[in-house]
Each structure stands twice: as C-alpha cells, then as structure tokens.
C-alpha cells in the first residue's frame, strides 16, 4: 500500500525552471531507490534522474549539469533548470525497494514560448 503523490508541473517557457516533489507513503524498506522518469508524446519512456537511499546519484545525459534530484527520507525532489522544449513530457515519479515498484500519477511539464 505505497503511495506517491506528486506536485510541481506545469507551464514554463524555454530557460525556465521548475521543481517537481513527490512524496512516498506506506510500508516502506528503509534501502530504496527513487526516481524519476518521463514520456514524451510518440516517444519511449525514459529515465531523468534516480537517487538511492545512501545518496548515489544517476542522471541522463541529456539533463545531466541542468536537472538535480535530491530527497529527505521518502521525499524525492526534481529540481529543473535551462528547461528546454525537449523536455516537455509526463515526468513520473518512482520508488523501488525489495524487487519491488512503485509510480505516481504523473505530472505534466510543458516548456513552451
């Protein structure tokens, strides 16, 4: 019984910046891996960003010196920089622990002039 609830997306022209939360709730293994993912409409969808319990940090390429995710406990945050048209997307927040996984919702992050 593991809930995310995110927050945070929205409209933001070329350059701006956003700050997607996502909070986890429920039974909870204290080692976990949280996240987020996001698809573009035709496309696959990808990883952005995943933060371990003990603070390892994975990034895509293409976000990499822009997006910075950073968490307090089963809290996952997704801070977004230089946003681009390019990252216009449902961003998806995850949680794994115990061969286990867990999404949200989804947020919509639109980048547009």
């Known amino acids: 019984q593991v809930q995310l609830v995110e927050s945070g997306g929205g409209l933001v022209q070329p350059g701006g910046s956003l700050r997607l939360s996502c909070a986890a709730s429920g039974s909870i293994f204290s080692i976990n891996t949280m996240g987020w993912y996001r698809q573009a409409p035709g496309k696959e969808r990808e990883l952005v960003a995943t933060?371990?319990?003990?603070?390892s940090l994975n990034y895509a390429d293409s976000v990499k010196g822009r997006f910075t995710i950073s968490r307090e406990k089963n809290m996952v945050y997704l801070q977004m920089n230089s946003l681009k048209p390019e990252d216009t997307a449902v961003y998806y927040c995850t949680l794994r622990f115990l061969s286990r996984s867990y999404w949200g919702q989804g947020t919509q992050v639109t980048v547009s002039s």
């Open positions: 933060i371990t319990s003990g603070g």
